[in-house]
Nanobody, 127 residues
Framework: QVQLVESGGGLVQAGGSLRLSCAAS????????MGWFRQAPGREREFVAA????????DYADSVRGRFKISRDNAKNTMYLQMNNVNAEDAAVYYC????????????????????WGQGTQVTVSS
């Protein structure tokens, strides 16, 4: 079993930056694909970014590409999301997720593909 805990959310001004962290416990996540999703009020949870176990393969939703960067430190059992040039549409609860993918340099885009989820961290954007 893997437990995921997000942190780093809070209030940020439009145009500002924020760094989210996702700390894993229970076992090593070095063989897991991981992702960030977000859910705004009244909207479905949506894909934000994903990273393969190696960290060498990543992808982003078009809405955040070029502004957000996903990364991971397997030695620290932690994944990150650097959010730059934040705008009002980025306000949401952000969730991290993991899926065991041994020996596969892949990642997933859909909620259903991930097994483990954190409880979420709120990002609020002020104008």
């Amino acid at each position: 079993q893997v437990q995921l805990v997000e942190s780093g959310g809070g209030l940020v001004q439009a145009g500002g930056s924020l760094r989210l962290s996702c700390a894993a416990s229970g076992r090593s996540i070095r063989s897991d694909a991981m992702g960030w999703f977000r859910q705004a009020p009244g909207r479905e949870r949506e894909f934000v970014a994903a990273i393969a176990w190696s960290g060498r393969a990543t992808d982003y939703a078009d809405s955040v590409r070029g502004r957000f960067k996903i990364s991971r430190d397997n030695a620290k059992n932690t994944m990150y999301l650097q959010m730059n040039n934040v705008n009002a549409e980025d306000a949401a609860v952000y969730y991290c997720a993991a899926a065991y993918t041994p020996r596969s340099n892949i990642y997933y885009y859909t909620n259903q593909s991930y097994t483990y989820w954190g409880q979420g961290t709120q990002v609020t954007v002020s104008s």
